[in-house]
């Protein structure tokens, strides 16, 4: 069966609208793709639009982008509730919630849905590409795209390449990743790939030790930006992440790998369970309620 290349991939569809979703078709759109979106609620696609729309204004005040490339730009968006849609598309990203049974179904529809060219690429943090390819009569052309967030301002794509990958499907996710602006790096089908492997536990080793007192919320994140010459610290990048994201890595990653470095600290839990989920929910390990936002009464969790 014949496979997109790079040079033959035109429209991208985007399966999902959130964060990631939303931030990856803009980056899409502005290469010169045509993109399809596609979400299970025309609320969510419309708040997707919105906020693309509002990120593309913050490059056009900053001189970054022409007023005529923004209105391309949003003109080769389109959106749909109705999954069929994307089927016109080269190569379809999925960006849906990261729990495995869901994008395996997902994967198994859109192998029935698409052509036999079209690549299927997954956003996953962690999880495994390998068993979403299985999922599939396509496996030689699932592939992993994971974009970091925020997709328009973050460098990074880990194109992670499985056991069942061909090397066609891959060179072309890789070049696609290129011309969307990135840098990419090739990673194994691996639990975490590469950055998340790293990063977890020391997203989680934070959270154990503002848990245990060792220090406060303002004081960890200052001791890392300013003796680990981090760019942010790790409980408000937990907070831009989402602290329900964190957990699920953790369980993932600890499931796979039974280390027990990965083992969720019990606040992380205890946050989730409350709605303490970060910016999105306007309480995470700082309160966004204030300006400037600032870092949650602890007591909260011992009562």
Not at 12 to 17: N, P, Y
Not at 70 to 85: E, F, G, N, P
Not at 166 to 181: D, H, I, M, Q, R
Request: proline share 5%; charged share 20%; net charge negative.
């Amino acid at each position: 069966m014949a496979t997109a290349t790079v040079n033959s991939i035109k429209t991208i569809g985007v399966v999902g609208s959130g964060t990631m979703g939303a931030g990856i078709a803009q980056i899409a759109a502005q290469a010169g793709y045509t993109v399809v979106m596609n979400d299970v609620e025309t609320s969510f696609l419309e708040r997707a639009i919105k906020t693309i729309q509002g990120s593309l204004q913050k490059f056009h005040e900053k001189g970054k982008l022409s007023a005529e490339d923004l209105k391309a730009t949003l003109d080769r968006l389109t959106h749909s509730v109705d999954i069929t849609q994307v089927a016109q598309a080269d190569l379809v990203i999925e960006a849906i919630t990261e729990k495995i049974e869901a994008k395996k179904d997902l994967f198994g529809r859109l192998d029935e849905l698409c052509p036999a060219h079209t690549i299927l690429a997954t956003n996953t943090s962690s999880l495994s590409v390998t068993e979403m390819a299985r999922s599939t009569k396509r496996p030689d052309k699932v592939v992993g795209m994971h974009f970091f967030n925020p997709p328009a301002l973050m460098k990074l794509v880990e194109v992670v390449r499985t056991p069942l990958t061909s090397e066609e499907s891959f060179a072309t996710a890789w070049e696609v990743a290129l011309k969307l602006g990135k840098s990419p790096v090739e990673a194994r089908d691996t639990p975490g790939f590469l950055f998340n492997r790293l990063i977890i536990p020391y997203l989680n080793e934070a959270t154990w030790a503002l848990y245990e007192g060792v220090g406060s919320v303002e004081d960890i994140d200052a001791a890392m930006k300013l003796g680990g010459n981090m760019p942010i610290g790790p409980l408000a990048l937990l907070d831009m992440i989402g602290t329900d994201v964190q957990l699920l890595a953790c369980e993932g990653l600890l499931a796979e790998l039974g280390n027990p470095k990965f083992e969720p600290c019990p606040l992380n839990r205890a946050m989730v369970r409350a709605g303490y989920l970060g910016r999105k929910t306007g309480k995470g390990f700082y309160d966004y309620s204030v300006d400037p936002p600032r870092g949650i009464d602890m007591s909260v969790f011992r009562r």
